[in-house]
């Protein structure tokens, strides 16, 4: 009979670097990638408004679901509370009779948080994006951290979830505990 | 009052011989110790090594590159030719490291280099000797015969400076990126100022220096600003810039390059400037700024006479700055040549310590009158129209010869210990170059100055032309202004540029910097690469006019110093023996870095393991559990093979391969490409990238297909699988994932935009387990599951989707082994559950891991294609055997245009066949094949081959030349000076009818 346990890329957990960053790997949660077809989304627009999936750039909506702006037509929804059946039903009404795709992603992605003053310091040893001004608190952006495509979102100033790429997210979190080193320094 | 620590030179004296009593920003109840060429000697707290040096009276601090002359410090900052010391030892140590830029610090160990026995007494100096017959482009005129090869060692062992690290570095180093609204260049009056009126708009600002104090010249300049002398000004602006707190002030930094975008590259030497042992021994920061400000300041440049590198020659501004900044006095007895008022100042405050300072020499025609008198007022003469035709001396300066000129009469040897030399200042242009702009010559100044409005940067102080103090404030003030307002970022405070106090300097410099008199081949222009007079003339008269041209063919500037004491001095002689004017003859091009970039602060922390990521499989852990040996491919770290105790990996890869013949074999395949497209018109626009016709795939289909670019050239092949009408799922090859995708996502947005299609990659949301062999079947079967396994409903090249063990799976009937195989995607979380279980429920069937190795074994038995492996960038698909089936289909599709084109049809193309090797060894991956007496050179090459456990025998593919028309010929291969020979063969080697795998 076919074991069923989980096996996450990296077990969820939570370490203090340094005096000013706490970093933790984030249970499993429910991900899908929205994307709706090109010649829709002038009608997404109009039927999305400033709600549920957010059409300014870099932008989140939510507290859970929250969805992430990736792209004029293609957003990230995550969420801890539903399953990926609730959260399609949930997205549903949204979509409504727009052309689409919604994709579980759930597997793919390993979720980062960094809290702490050190955050910024930490993310600026890997990454060109302006955190300060282009990273808000509710604001996100795709970019390279360590040389890997990554997805960083600015929850509070001083706490930011960072996603990538299951694969190499042991590696990745290796580098930032390397990294670290270096913010009290 | 004596003006020395000592009344005359001792070597015993803590602090050294030439220290002044008075004077310098050091602190002298700090000694430093540190070592020079093994001897232990004292400095100070502030003192640079080569001003610790210069106040031990040490002389010769280098030998140059090509004639092993003795060298002394010639300059106190960045542009330094000489003072190129090793510091360290061992793997600490750091070669050719400026002597002028190294802050003294305890235990500090310090050789100089390009010397042997000793920088005393070098045998390389025997060079200098046949300096004659060594010009300009020697290397190109001898060393003819027998060839050139013959001489080359020698003379590679005998060029370089320095000794290159063999061991690693046991530094620390980072990257660090930091975005800001302007980037201050330079920490002296000008950049201070510049900051000063920037920070009251809340700006976020960086301002970067050199040295590890700030205030430039300011430290070594009788001034004084606003009522505080210049240093004490400079200390008042520096703590209130760190008071605000968007002012990032990096001392010990270098700027060196500018790049597209107002991205500057900086090095933050942190170590030497914490003065501790600090985790980080260099920092290297990318800042991306809105806007920038350069006060780079200026470089003064050297006289051109005979002799004119004999060690005590200096720059009479570097004098006065050991001076006043480190209270070190240059020598005993001080004569001063210059063709500018900048060298009278030196003069002056130099006379003003005590030191004995006899005569200044001033090509000019007239002395400038008040700073003439306050130095007769000093007890100095002043000598107008005349000019120091040589100097006297070996390993150190004795004396000089004077001669009037223009009329004047005058001629005289002087004794004196060290010449201060002024030929006028050069801006330090090199960051506005880097950023393209363009410069221009200025004759007042017979300098090149940057043209304002040519680049995306501000300049300021003297790097704009200010020769005075309060032009320099003003500059800073205004191009700051400019800069922020350019920008729309605020308009700072009106901040009145407060009173300066100081001797007043014209910017006039005499045209005269050459004295004319004596030697050209002794006359040196650049001093480390030991490039004279007469080379530059010689290259003239050779035809090297062009500069660019007289750089490269004289070396002239090429050195490690980048040529800052010799581009303006070569460039100004070029323009007097060719009669142009020196705009004409033009500037030759800066590149960055300015200064030399430590490797390791470039590298950053991207070493060792961090070097680049590794990709883990979703079962990483149960591999280990089996002793996988792994090795990295795209990425991804992954089974090679599965070695049991004792067995080799040869004999595991051949033992695993046998099992998936025989039984079964279990293969993690995850790092698969997978990419989901979706859309009304998802089969018409994949139809458009393969060569294959996918709009008659029908849903619950899988076919493989070659993908081509533009050229016509394989750029990847895979699996597509029509899982509904409009939903398909495409498979790449493990390292093309990405690329692909993207270049799916490319054509759509750019070329097809109106295509109703949606790309999702998907690679990594699921883990893939690949079962292959005859009992494959049978094992997947024991799995509960909602998917009909049997052959006649789901045939060879089918795709299913369902659960197993009540988890979502996609199952594919294919195969790249050759046996029956299906690949079983299941969401990656539960992948290493997948594999476990199927190695249980396989264990009675004789399941066996198999690793990439084996895999790439099995297929070569096929003769399957790897793309990437036995093919290149212009594999066409009629290389590789699918010519017929790429030309047949009648839809349009990427690169099938280019396969029309005359060179893809020939005949003669590298053309993809199966090799059966004559001896009882494998044949080797890159091995060149020829045909006999056809022509010289190389028929193709093996690109996979193996010793098939399966066949018994040696096979390989082989892209031969006309290789398909020449079935049953016999070949040679050449590996490294073995030959063998070979037989050209049909493939598949192994199944050819292909019953295994759609069993």
């Known amino acids: ?185 | 009052m004596p003006a020395f620590a000592s009344g005359t030179p001792s070597r015993g004296q803590p602090g050294g011989a030439y220290r002044l009593m008075t004077g310098g920003h050091i602190d002298r109840a700090l000694p430093v110790w540190f070592r020079w060429n093994g001897r232990r000697l004292m400095g100070f707290e502030g003192d640079t090594l080569a001003s610790a040096l210069l106040a031990h009276g040490e002389r010769i601090v280098g030998r140059s590159f090509k004639f092993h002359r003795p060298r002394g410090i010639l300059s106190a900052g960045a542009e330094e030719p000489n003072a190129l010391v090793a510091l360290g030892a061992g793997n600490r140590l750091e070669p050719t490291a400026r002597a002028t830029l190294v802050p003294l610090r305890e235990g500090l160990q310090a050789r100089p280099q390009n010397c042997w026995p000793s920088v005393h007494f070098d045998i390389g100096r025997v060079l200098d000797a046949f300096a004659p017959l060594l010009p300009a482009g020697f290397y190109n005129k001898t060393f003819l015969w027998p060839s050139w090869q013959f001489y080359e060692p020698v003379i590679r062992r005998t060029a370089g400076i320095g000794d290159a690290l063999s061991d690693p570095d046991p530094d620390r180093y980072e990257s660090v990126n930091a975005s800001c609204d302007l980037l201050i260049v330079g920490g002296g009056a000008a950049g201070l100022q510049a900051a000063r009126v920037a920070a009251q708009t809340g700006l976020r600002i960086v301002i970067v220096e050199q040295a590890h104090a700030w205030g430039g010249s300011l430290l070594s300049h009788d001034c004084a600003i606003g009522g505080l002398a210049g240093h004490a000004w400079s200390a008042r602006v520096v703590a209130g810039l760190a008071s605000h707190p968007n002012v990032t002030m990096l001392p010990g930094t270098t700027a060196f390059g500018l790049y597209d975008h107002q991205v500057a590259g900086l090095l933050e030497r942190v170590e030497e400037h914490a003065q501790q042992t600090a985790k980080v021994r260099h920092r290297y920061w990318r800042v991306r700024a809105g806007g920038i400000v350069l006060a780079t300041g200026a470089i003064e440049q050297p006289w051109v006479f005979e002799r004119n590198d004999v060690p005590g020659i200096m720059l009479a501004s570097a004098i006065r700055e050991y001076a006043h900044r480190y209270g070190v006095a240059a020598g005993r007895r001080i004569v001063f040549a210059t063709n500018n008022d900048s060298a009278y100042l030196s003069a002056l405050s130099l006379a003003r310590t005590g030191t004995a300072v006899p005569l200044i020499v001033d090509s000019r025609e007239e002395a400038p009158a008040a700073l003439a008198a306050a130095l007769c007022d000093a007890g100095v003469v002043v000598e107008a129209r005349a000019v120091v035709s040589s100097a006297h001396g070996g390993r150190a300066l004795e004396g000089v010869s004077v001669r009037g000129i223009d009329g004047n009469a005058y001629a005289a040897d002087i004794e004196c210990d060290a010449l201060g030399v002024s030929g006028g200042w050069m801006p330090s242009v090199h960051l506005f170059s880097h950023s393209r702009g363009q410069l221009a010559f200025d004759g007042q100044r017979q300098c090149f100055l940057p043209v304002s409005g040519t680049a995306p940067a501000a300049v300021c102080g003297a790097l704009a032309g200010a020769s005075s103090l309060a032009q320099a404030l003003e500059s800073a003030t205004q191009a700051v202004t400019a800069e922020i307002t350019r920008l729309g970022l605020g308009v700072p405070h009106s901040s009145p540029v407060e009173d300066v106090r100081e001797l007043a300097a014209r910017p006039d410099t005499g045209r005269t910097r050459r004295s004319g008199f004596g030697r050209e081949h002794r006359q040196w222009i650049d001093f480390q690469y030991d490039v004279t007079v007469a080379d530059v003339s010689l290259a003239l008269r050779e035809g090297f006019e062009a500069i660019e041209h007289l750089k490269r063919y004289t070396t002239t500037g090429m050195a490690v110093d980048q040529g800052k004491t010799s581009n303006l001095n070569a460039l100004l002689l070029v323009a007097e023996l060719t009669g142009q004017p020196p705009q004409l003859v033009g500037t030759t091009t800066f590149r960055p870095p300015y200064m030399p970039v430590t490797l390791g602060a470039l590298a950053g922390r991207q070493i060792g393991e961090h070097y680049a990521p590794r990709r883990l499989l979703p079962a990483h852990a149960e591999h280990e559990s089996l002793q996988a040996h792994f090795e990295e491919a795209g990425g991804w770290m992954r089974p090679a093979c599965y070695p049991r105790t004792g067995e080799s990996n040869a004999d595991a890869i051949r033992r695993e391969a046998l099992a998936v013949r025989k039984s079964v074999g279990l293969f993690d395949a995850s790092p698969l490409g997978k990419i989901e497209i979706e859309g009304a018109d998802a089969a018409r626009f994949l139809d458009r990238f393969y060569i294959n016709d996918l709009l008659t795939l029908e849903p619950g289909r899988t076919r493989y297909a070659l993908m081509l670019n533009e050229n016509g050239a394989i750029i990847d092949d895979g699996t597509v699988s029509r899982l509904a009408a409009e939903h398909f799922v495409i498979t790449t090859t493990s390292s093309g994932a990405e690329r692909i995708a993207q270049w799916l996502e490319e054509w759509h947005q750019c070329e097809w935009p109106d295509m109703d299609v949606l790309i999702t990659p998907v690679t990594t949301q699921w883990a893939t387990v690949a079962l292959a062999g005859p009992k494959a079947r049978d094992v997947l079967s024991r799995l509960p599951t909602d998917i009909d396994l049997d052959a006649k409903v789901f045939p060879h090249m089918h795709v299913r989707t369902g659960t197993l063990g009540g988890v979502p799976a996609r199952v594919y009937r294919v195969s790249f082994s050759g046996e029956l195989g299906f690949e079983i995607n299941v969401p990656s979380r539960y992948g290493a559950a997948l594999w476990r279980a199927l190695l249980d429920l396989g264990r009675d069937a004789g399941i066996t891991p198999y690793g990439i190795d084996a895999l790439m074994l099995l297929r070569l038995e096929k003769g399957f294609l790897h793309v990437g492996l036995d093919t290149d960038g212009s594999t066409s698909p009629a290389d590789v055997g699918w010519g017929e089936i790429a030309l047949k289909k009648q839809a349009d599709y990427v690169g099938k245009r280019s396969l029309l084109r005359a060179d893809n049809m020939r005949p003669d193309r590298l053309q993809l066949v199966g090799l059966d090797g004559s001896d009882a060894e494998a044949l080797v991956t890159g091995a060149h094949v020829r045909f006999e007496g056809t022509h010289e050179g190389s028929d193709g090459w093996v690109t996979s081959a193996a010793l098939s456990p399966t066949l018994g025998r040696p096979i390989a593919l082989a892209m031969v030349r006309g290789g398909r028309a020449r079935l049953g010929q016999q070949l040679t291969v050449h590996d490294l000076g073995r030959i063998t020979t070979a037989k050209i063969v049909k493939t598949p080697f192994y199944d050819p009818d292909g019953g295994r795998l759609r069993a």
Do not use: Y
Request: charged share 15%.
């Open chain 1, 1 to 185: 009979m076919l074991d069923l346990t989980v096996t996450p890329a990296l077990p969820p957990a939570a370490q203090v670097l340094g005096t000013s960053l706490k970093l933790s790997v984030l249970p499993l949660r429910t991900l899908v990638r929205v994307q709706i077809a090109r010649r829709d989304i002038e009608a997404a627009m109009q039927s999305l408004g400033p709600t549920r999936l957010p059409t300014r750039p870099g932008t989140v909506f939510g507290v859970d679901p929250v969805a992430w702006w990736l792209a004029p037509n293609a957003w990230l929804v995550t969420s801890e509370r539903l399953a990926l059946v609730a959260l399609a039903a949930h997205l549903d009404p949204l979509l409504g009779a727009l052309s689409h795709t919604v994709v579980d992603v759930s597997d793919s992605l390993v979720t980062f948080e960094l809290e702490g003053a050190g955050a910024a310091p930490l993310l600026a040893r890997g990454t060109g994006i302006d955190i300060a001004t282009a990273l808000p608190p509710g604001h996100c952006a795709r970019t390279r951290l360590a040389t890997l495509p990554v997805l960083l979102r600015s929850v509070t100033p001083r706490r930011m979830e960072l996603l990538v790429d299951r694969a190499p997210a042991r590696w990745l979190h290796e580098w930032l505990i390397d990294a670290a080193m270096m913010v009290d320094g």
